[in-house]
């Protein structure tokens, strides 16, 4: 049987999964809310549309993100593929940011924006029960990578 080591506070490290799924995290957030906070402005001085429309693509984007996220963390736990909805949510959001600045309509935005919250919602519930530590020895006892990483980007967002 293969010891567990420790750091030098007692604690058994992080499983090198949730470091990647901690930094993925950080930096898809981090590249969202570098488009998403500059989005309005783009919509309305470069495109045009009124503040109605704005309202009307941001409402449909984030109302797309919590139903996808119920049907997500349903599918989730018919499939118990955690991982593969995971990576196909962050993929699928990946895919979508290079769409923003190629933007020349408000229809592309749209279109990006939906594509980029089902990601998002797709990848929301089946990362939690997937990202803290599976040890039991370990489980709850310190907050999981994406609650760090939530904390530490909490300066840069607006939410």
Not at 65 to 85: C, E, H, M, P, Y
């Amino acid at each position: 049987m293969k010891a567990v080591q420790r750091t030098a506070a007692g604690e058994a490290p992080l499983p090198g999964a949730v470091w990647a799924l901690g930094l993925t995290s950080l930096f898809m957030d981090f590249s969202s809310e570098m488009i998403h906070g500059l989005l309005p402005v783009f919509l309305v001085v470069n495109l045009g549309v009124s503040a109605a429309v704005l309202g009307l693509v941001e409402g449909i984007a984030e109302a797309t993100a919590q139903i996808t996220r119920v049907f997500s963390g349903w599918l989730s736990d018919l499939l118990n593929r955690r991982k593969a909805l995971t990576v196909v949510g962050y993929g699928l959001a990946a895919a979508t940011k290079p769409l923003f600045p190629l933007a020349t309509s408000v229809g592309t935005v749209s279109i990006a924006r939906f594509a980029d919250r089902v990601g998002k919602g797709i990848r929301g519930a089946p990362r939690e029960p997937w990202s803290p530590i599976s040890r039991p020895s370990t489980k709850g006892a310190r907050p999981s990578a994406c609650v760090r990483r939530s904390t530490l980007l909490a300066p840069f967002s607006d939410r």
